[in-house]
Structures are given as C-alpha cells and as structure tokens.
C-alpha cells in the first residue's frame, strides 16, 4: 500500500503560495516551475494542483491532463534549448529515489554527448532560472 500524502511537502507549500518558485506554466490543475538543482539548462518540474503523493496514488484523470502537459513543456523546453533530446522521469518512494512527496514529472533538455549533473546536487542561481522559464514561456 502507497504511504499517504503528506500535506506540508514543500510542492504543496509552493502550490499555496507560502514559498517561491519559478513558475514557468500553470492551469487549472497543472503547475510548472524550475527545479532549484538542475541537472541540465532548463530543468523543469511539473506537477498537479490536486493532492498525490506519487503516480501510485494518482487519480487516472489527473494524470491524464498532467501528461499532457508535460507532452507540451517536452517539446517546448527541448525547442527553447535545441536540445538534441529530452529526459522525462518520474520517481515513487524513496526506494525509487523519490525525495518530494508530491507527483511531480521531471522534464530535461539533453545534448548529445552530455551527461547529466548529478540528481538534487547544487542549487542554481535564481536570476538563472528565471531567464530560462522565459526561454520556455517564449516558445508556448
Ligand atoms: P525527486 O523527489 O527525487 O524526484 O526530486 C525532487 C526534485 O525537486 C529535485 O530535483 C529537487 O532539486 C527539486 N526541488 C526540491 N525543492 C525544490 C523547490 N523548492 N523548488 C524547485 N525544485 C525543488
């Protein structure tokens, strides 16, 4: 059984509005920010506004809407970079490597031949990101 959700993750803190983020997207259901220790130029997360601790505890009809909006954050973030490809991960309980427990989508431009930084390593600089979330919203 998936443990339960947790309500005072810091995704839901910045779903609230008590902490910062670079917000490069947001719907009705959907949220999408930089993720504060990239591992590439243009790292985003995207998860939904609605409470679930990991894709095992998901409503089907959210992940539906979430999907589709990484689909779209992919193709933009991987055109706003030229990058050659584009990661998607998604990780459940720790086991998995999960560390926020709240369903997000990594989503990470890659060039060939580049490797990743490592996963939740440094923190980056925030006028950094921000120019970055522009490069994104520019192409949506
Ligand atoms: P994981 O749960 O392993 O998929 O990783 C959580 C991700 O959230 C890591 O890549 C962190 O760098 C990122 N992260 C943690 N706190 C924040 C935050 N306040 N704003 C943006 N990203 C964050």
Redesign the pocket.
């Known amino acids: 059984m998936t443990a339960a959700y947790e309500p005072d993750n ?1 995704f839901a803190k ?1 779903i609230a509005g008590e ?1 910062p ?1 670079v917000k490069l997207y947001e719907d009705e259901d959907t949220l999408a ?1 930089m ?3 990239p591992q590439a130029p243009g790292h985003l ?1 995207v998860i939904p506004k609605s409470r679930a601790r990991n894709l095992l505890d998901a409503d089907p009809a959210v992940l539906g809407k979430l999907i589709a909006v990484v689909q779209m954050l992919a193709k933009a973030a991987k055109t706003a970079f030229a990058a050659d490809g584009v990661y998607v991960a998604q ?1 459940n309980e720790p086991a998995a ?4 427990f709240h369903l ?1 989508f ?1 989503v990470v431009p890659r060039m060939d031949g580049v490797p990743l930084k490592p ?2 390593g440094g923190m980056a600089d925030v006028e950094m990101l921000k120019e970055q979330a522009e490069r994104i919203k520019a192409v949506l």
Do not use: E
């Not at 490597?97 to 926020?100: F, K, N």
């Open positions: 810091i910045i902490i983020s920010f993720d504060v220790m997360l990780f490597g999960q560390t926020v997000h990594h996963h939740a």
